[in-house]
């Protein structure tokens, strides 16, 4: 007689995905589409594109705050709403806005590698989070402060960017020959500050 084996179950990943779950892609998607029209910004120079851009950083700031507040009030914490979290946060606090820099000017070589600097930032800050917030927790499991200004912070040095676009001031200067907006020191002073291990914000 032939050995009965179990079927294997499949599970469909939109049915494993919790309501912050969801407001966490929401946040990505607000990040994703911010890049979208920085680079229609480019192709047809009208300035609603990058504004709209622009605005949806801290529509997505609003998703990212809705999702760790449902999570916790439905008790629906897990790795993988972590990691999607820290994703979404990548995209729409570190290359979106690094993207919407380099659309309205912030394009020189020095200035891409100041964006560059700033997005890795992001990345390392969002990593180093993920290895040490179990070591950060409390017996309850919240963490109870961040090591280094969290990446939505990145709105701050976006909205600056956006009112020197506004009055056309990015102050370029000349460095070894090469070309800097001092703007763009925004972003320089904003990732090292996410990656700093000195500054203790306390976790709402």
Excluded at 69 to 95: K, Q, Y
Excluded at 126 to 140: C, G, K, Q, V
Aim: hydrophobic share 50%; net charge positive; glycine share 6%.
């Amino acid at each position: 007689m032939a050995q009965m084996h179990p079927k294997p179950k499949h599970f469909s990943m939109l049915r494993s995905f919790h309501l912050a779950d969801l407001l966490t892609i929401a946040n990505g998607c607000c990040g994703i589409a911010a890049v979208f029209h920085a680079m229609r910004f480019l192709e047809q120079h009208d300035q609603r594109q990058i504004y709209f851009a622009a605005l949806l950083i801290p529509v997505a700031v609003v998703f990212d705050v809705l999702d760790g507040r449902i999570a916790r009030w439905r008790h629906t914490h897990s790795p993988m709403g972590r990691e999607l979290d820290s994703l979404a946060d990548v995209i729409s606090f570190g290359v979106a806005p690094a993207a919407i820099a380099f659309a309205v000017g912030l394009n020189s070589v020095l200035d891409q590698m100041v964006l560059m600097y700033f997005a890795v930032c992001g990345l390392s800050r969002l990593a180093r989070y993920n290895i040490t917030a179990d070591e950060l927790a409390t017996p309850s499991g919240k963490v109870r402060y961040f090591e280094g200004t969290p990446i939505p912070s990145s709105v701050v040095p976006l909205a600056l960017l956006m009112l020197a676009f506004r009055t056309e001031a990015f102050f370029p200067i000349h460095v070894l020959g090469a070309q800097l907006h001092l703007v763009a020191l925004l972003f320089l002073l904003s990732g090292s500050l996410m990656i700093s291990k000195t500054i203790r914000i306390p976790k709402p």
